[in-house]
């Protein structure tokens, strides 16, 4: 009984609301992310640090 108690108390992974809350956050900092990347003031900057370093 006792390590039945133990078992069903334990903390170890995640379960199923804990995955589905991760993924969700893990998808909306990939948007975010993504938003950031392609806005117009971001590219023009990459390009400037890329021909910088090329020229």
Same mark, same amino acid.
Request: hydrophobic share 55%; aromatic share 6%.
């Given at each position: 009984?006792?390590?039945?108690?133990?078992?069903?108390? *334990?903390?170890?992974?995640?379960? %199923?609301?804990?995955?589905?809350?991760? %993924?969700?956050?893990?998808? /909306?900092? $990939?948007?975010?992310?993504?938003?950031?990347? %392609?806005?117009?003031?971001? !590219? *023009? /900057?990459? !390009? $400037?640090?890329?021909?910088?370093?090329?020229?």
């Amino acid at each position: 009984m006792h390590a039945l108690r133990r078992r069903l108390r *334990s903390d170890a992974g995640m379960n %199923t609301a804990e995955y589905a809350v991760g %993924t969700l956050a893990a998808v /909306a900092f $990939a948007g975010i992310l993504y938003a950031v990347i %392609t806005s117009d003031n971001i !590219q *023009s /900057a990459l !390009q $400037a640090i890329v021909e910088r370093a090329l020229g």
